[in-house]
Each structure stands twice: as structure tokens, then as C-alpha cells.
């Protein structure tokens, strides 16, 4: 089971480190995505990593702004998110894969957490 945490109400501008832990499975050897969403319409992708060699892939919106990485020893992925914009503003969900994958598409993830609501002020 997946948990993400670290959201908040944060300034344009500011900074958050979303987390995601996981109870009953590895992450050293998951894949794990991050994801958001805002009322009304579909989950997007944010960013991924690679269980193996740990590639990473980001959206386009969120390169040079947000970094994903993992800690195996504490079994956690984290997104780093710096210059934060109201339009970042969503509920994050993280998600895991057994696959080898960096996939931006919902369907390629199958364990999904719950999400952790992000609000940027302008």
C-alpha cells in the first residue's frame, strides 16, 4: 500500500517535498511515478523513476522546477518541488510498477496511493 505525504498551502514561488512510502512492497524494486490531478479532469503526469538504473522522465511543465528521487534504505520516493506556480496546484498521487518503466500513462502503474493536496497562492 502506498502513502503520499508533504503536501500543503505553500506561495508561488515556495518550495515542497512530497513523499511516498510504501507498506508490504519494496520500492528499491518498484518503479515509481507521480501524478496530479485537478476536479473535473484526468490525472496527468508530473514524474517517474526507473527502478532499474533509476531513469527518471518529467513532464514538461515541472523540468528544472521538480526532481524526483528514492531512498531504498528508508523505502521512499520523494518529488522535490521548487518555484512552485499556482497553476502546480493538485492533488498528487504516487504510484508503483513492478515494470522497469518511466510510462507518463496512468495505465502502466498499477498500485496507486491515496493523493496529498498541493495549493500554490498567488
Known amino acids: 500500500q502506498l502513502q503520499a505525504s508533504g503536501g500543503g498551502l505553500v506561495q508561488a514561488g515556495g518550495s515542497l517535498r512530497l513523499s511516498c512510502t510504501a507498506s508490504?512492497?519494496?520500492?528499491?524494486?518498484?518503479?515509481v511515478g507521480w501524478f496530479r490531478q485537478t476536479p473535473g479532469k484526468e490525472r496527468t503526469f508530473v514524474a517517474a523513476?526507473?527502478?532499474?538504473?533509476?531513469?527518471?522522465n518529467y513532464a514538461d511543465s515541472v523540468k528544472g522546477r521538480f526532481t524526483i528521487s528514492r531512498d531504498n534504505a528508508k523505502n521512499a520516493a520523494y518529488l522535490e518541488m521548487n518555484d512552485l506556480k499556482p497553476e502546480d496546484t493538485a492533488v498528487y498521487y504516487c504510484?508503483?510498477?513492478?515494470?522497469?518503466?518511466?510510462?507518463?500513462?496512468?495505465?502502466?502503474?498499477?498500485?496507486w496511493g491515496q493523493g496529498t493536496q498541493v495549493t500554490v497562492s498567488s
Open positions: 504510484a508503483a510498477s513492478a515494470m522497469s518503466t518511466v510510462s507518463p500513462m496512468t495505465y502502466a502503474w498499477r498500485s
Open positions: 508490504g512492497r519494496t520500492l528499491s524494486r518498484s518503479s
Open positions: 523513476i526507473r527502478w532499474r538504473n533509476s531513469l527518471r
